[in-house]
């Protein structure tokens, strides 16, 4: 049985200020309008997506750390992303459903993700850590964090969950390579790496 997400009081001044200089005026309006979620969520969720550390955004937002948690937690509730509340998979699955409007554009070409990399971004967008992805995958620790660090550059992202956004802003999830989608054969299939 589905429990109701918890409702928390509303924070004090304009919720969405943190991001008018960082978002485009359509996605900004589109954000403030979502229906889904609560707008503390949204906002929170969308400045981890633009690379903040948690830390930043609990300051930004004037919060302390453990009601950014549980909002981030009441969020993954809703939404109910592969990687429960691992931030990237939250991310992810905000712009999959929909619960965030999709970034804008990005105009430069996609960069070309080596199959490492792409193991890397999936793993992201499922919620499973690094370390888990050496195990399950038998590769080792260097080889894995350097398909990560390359990953991050080739996206220009900040952080993990920065690095998803990037790839929807990209449109790169739309030729996966097979390798790492389970059951999946051939060289490129046109699928999402959650499906």
């Given at each position: 049985m589905?429990?109701?997400?918890?409702?928390f009081?509303?924070?004090c001044?304009?919720?969405?200020?943190p991001l008018?200089?960082?978002?485009?005026?359509?996605?900004?309006?589109?954000l403030?309008?979502?229906?889904?979620?609560?707008?503390?969520?949204?906002?929170?969720?969308?400045?981890?997506?633009?690379?903040?550390?948690?830390?930043?955004?609990?300051l930004?937002?004037?919060?302390?750390?453990?009601?950014?948690?549980?909002?981030?937690?009441?969020?993954?509730r809703?939404?109910?992303?592969?990687?429960?509340n691992?931030?990237?998979?939250?991310?992810?699955?905000?712009?999959?459903?929909e619960?965030l409007?999709?970034?804008a554009?990005e105009?430069?070409?996609?960069?070309?993700?080596?199959?490492?990399?792409?193991?890397v971004?999936?793993?992201?967008?499922?919620g499973?850590?690094?370390?888990?992805?050496?195990h399950?995958?038998?590769?080792?620790?260097?080889?894995?964090?350097?398909?990560?660090?390359?990953?991050?550059?080739?996206?220009?992202?900040?952080?993990?969950?920065?690095?998803?956004?990037?790839?929807?802003?990209?449109?790169?999830f739309?030729?996966?390579?097979?390798?790492?989608?389970?059951?999946?054969?051939g060289?490129?299939?046109?699928?999402?790496?959650?499906?």
């Amino acid at each position: 049985m589905s429990q109701d997400p918890p409702e928390f009081p509303p924070l004090c001044g304009d919720l969405f200020l943190p991001l008018v200089d960082r978002l485009d005026d359509d996605e900004l309006g589109q954000l403030r309008a979502a229906p889904i979620l609560p707008p503390e969520q949204r906002v929170a969720i969308t400045m981890l997506a633009l690379g903040d550390s948690q830390h930043h955004v609990a300051l930004d937002l004037d919060l302390g750390r453990p009601r950014l948690q549980e909002l981030l937690r009441s969020a993954a509730r809703r939404l109910r992303p592969p990687g429960g509340n691992a931030v990237p998979a939250l991310v992810n699955a905000a712009y999959k459903y929909e619960v965030l409007p999709a970034p804008a554009p990005e105009k430069a070409k996609a960069p070309e993700l080596k199959s490492a990399e792409w193991e890397v971004l999936h793993a992201h967008t499922i919620g499973l850590s690094l370390r888990s992805l050496q195990h399950s995958r038998g590769r080792r620790r260097h080889e894995v964090g350097t398909a990560h660090q390359y990953l991050l550059a080739k996206l220009r992202a900040h952080t993990t969950a920065h690095a998803v956004r990037r790839a929807w802003e990209f449109g790169i999830f739309g030729c996966v390579p097979h390798s790492i989608v389970p059951g999946a054969s051939g060289s490129v299939a046109r699928r999402m790496p959650w499906d």
